[in-house]
């Protein structure tokens, strides 16, 4: 996911990766790949099959300087856009040819107001 301004430049990045929950989880009494695995530590990041995932990112679209003492804001832009992708990446790279697959792309343009109403 990333947020752009106007004129393209880049303000931030982010990436959330899902990869699925090994099936032993603290079950039986063989370690499996790791003392994580077997005590059930890891988190549950995967997607499940027809069912909606919702991923929160937060976009500072500002930046915060000191001046004579006070915290003063400046806001990077009033209208971005922000594009966001799901690939399907099942082993190696993106960039590794038939391996990547996109799934989904959308993009939306934001509006911060002048003096943030």
């Given at each position: 996911m990333t947020a752009k301004t106007k004129d393209g430049k880049q303000f931030y990045?982010?990436?959330?990766?899902?990869?699925?929950?090994?099936?032993?989880?603290?079950?039986g009494d063989k370690m499996g790949r790791g003392?994580?695995?077997?005590?059930?530590?890891?988190?549950?990041?995967?997607?499940?099959?027809?069912k909606t995932?919702?991923?929160e990112?937060?976009?500072p679209v500002y930046t915060e300087e000191q001046k004579d003492?006070?915290?003063v804001r400046t806001i990077i832009a009033n209208d971005f856009t922000?594009?966001?992708?799901?690939?399907?990446?099942?082993?190696?790279?993106?960039?590794d040819p038939g391996n990547a697959?996109?799934?989904?792309a959308t993009t939306k343009?934001?509006?911060?107001?002048?003096?943030?109403?």
């Open positions: 990045a982010s990436e959330k990766i899902f990869m699925p929950v090994p099936q032993q989880l603290g079950r003392p994580y695995e077997k005590s059930g530590m890891l988190s549950d990041s995967s997607l499940p099959p027809l995932i919702q991923q990112f937060s976009i003492g006070k915290t922000v594009d966001v992708e799901v690939w399907y990446l099942p082993y190696g790279k993106k960039d697959q996109k799934w989904f343009t934001l509006h911060i107001a002048q003096g943030g109403k």
